[in-house]
Structures are given as C-alpha cells and as structure tokens.
C-alpha cells in the first residue's frame, strides 16, 4: 500500500485556514498547493492564467442554473459556450490535483480538493472555520479594509464558496458531513489548530509508527 497521502482543506474567509495549511504542511513536510494550482493548471493546459482566475470561485454556481449571473444576459448558444467552458476549465484543475496526489504527499486549500479526490486512499479532509468577530479582524487587517466592509466581503465571499462547492460536489460546504474533521480555529488559535490537526492527520495516516 502506497506511503502517500494528502489533506484538503476547505476554509470560511478569514479562518486563517491557508495560514493553518501552509504552517501544516511545512511541519509534515508535504507539498503545498493554493493558488499555485492555477499556475500549474495553466502550463499542462496551455489555457491562460487568466482564465482559471475568472472561473475560480467568483461566478455565482446554481445546481439548477449553472451560471445565474450570465444566464439571460447573452443568447444560448454562447451562454452554453461559456458554461462548458467553465465545467472544462474544472476538470483540467482537477486532473492537476489528482496527478500531483498521486506523486506525492501534499496539501491542497480550496478548488473542492476533498470531491476531485474523494477516491484517493488516504486523503483527510478538513474544514476549517472561525467566530465573525476573528474573521472580520483578520480580513479587515489583511485587505486594509473597515470592519463593515471586510464583513459584507466575507458574506459574499462565503456565499460564492458554498454555491461553487455545491455545485461541483453535489455536497454541502462547511457542513461537517461533508469533511473528515470540522474544527474552529478561534478556539484553539492558529498554532494549536495546527498542531491539533497535525496529530489527527499522524494518527490517520500512521505517521507516529512511520517514525518509531
């Protein structure tokens, strides 16, 4: 049976949830994948940048309407252009994930890594969350932004994680059926949720043994 293995982390804005998997998959010393997937993406693909960027969490998904925000605004044939457009530009990111899962250990925020590799052996999925008033500090911090501005931007952003989630899963965001491990990182803080989540991986993957 193959060593390898890999942890997805899905995250509310401001949950510190890239800081946690970043700080996670140094100490585990495991590949890190954000962002860099589009990157990635791009270079097995040879489809811009650009173009990954504009499908990433930012349209409105609707498990009935594809893209609500598009749909009515241009006629059907280049509405359906657009709409498999995005359905491909998924599944060359996905394609990326599980190839790159099945190189090595590593660690992947976001892009509904916890669906793309739900037959993967041994992938722990997390979901990462945090009181308001955390979030709203570390966003308002990190975007340079009032507080009442950075909490209308963790709404939306929320919202626009939960309908691209669902409408690529099938499965609820955020909601603790949907993952392996729930956890609040207000309550721990972030190094102690890194540390509660790096013994839980240990014990799932059998690391501790590995190492004795």
Same mark, same amino acid.
């Given at each position: ?10 995250? =509310?804005?401001g949950s ?5 998997? =970043? ?13 860099? $997937?589009?990157?990635?993406? &791009?270079?097995? &693909? ?8 504009? %499908?990433? /969490?930012?349209?409105?998904?609707? $498990?009935?309407?594809?893209?609500? @925000?598009?749909?009515?605004? #241009?006629?059907? /044939? ?8 995005? /359905? #491909? $530009?998924?599944? !060359?990111?996905? @394609? !990326?994930?599980?190839?790159? %899962?099945? #190189?090595? +250990?590593?660690?992947? !925020?976001?892009?509904?890594? @916890? ?5 993967h052996p *041994?992938?722990? +999925? ?15 911090? *990190?975007?340079?932004?009032? /507080? ?9 952003? @929320? ?16 909601? %603790? ?8 990182? &207000? !309550? ?9 989540? =790096? ?7 059998? $690391? *501790?043994?590995? *190492?004795?």
């Amino acid at each position: 049976m193959t060593d390898k293995y890999v942890i997805t982390i899905g995250r =509310q804005l401001g949950s510190g949830g890239r800081e946690i998997g =970043q700080k996670l998959s140094a100490r585990l010393g495991i590949s890190f994948y954000d962002k860099e $997937l589009i990157r990635i993406a &791009s270079q097995e &693909s040879g489809i811009m940048e650009n173009h990954f960027e504009d %499908a990433d /969490e930012k349209k409105t998904y609707n $498990l009935f309407g594809g893209l609500l @925000d598009l749909r009515g605004f #241009m006629p059907d /044939e280049v509405y359906a252009n657009y709409y498999l457009s995005n /359905e #491909m $530009l998924f599944k !060359v990111q996905s @394609d !990326v994930i599980r190839k790159l %899962a099945n #190189m090595n +250990s590593c660690l992947f !925020v976001g892009r509904c890594a @916890d669906y793309v590799l739900k037959d993967h052996p *041994r992938c722990l +999925s997390v979901f990462i969350s945090a009181d308001m008033k955390d979030r709203i500090r570390r966003v308002a911090k *990190r975007q340079d932004l009032p /507080e009442n501005k950075a909490e209308e931007s963790i709404v939306k952003t @929320d919202k626009k994680r939960a309908d691209y989630y669902g409408y690529f899963s099938g499965k609820s965001w955020g909601e %603790a059926a949907s993952y392996d491990l729930c956890i609040n990182s &207000s !309550v721990l803080g972030i190094e102690e949720t890194v540390t509660f989540i =790096q013994s839980f991986a240990e014990v799932r993957f059998g $690391l *501790r043994e590995a *190492r004795t």
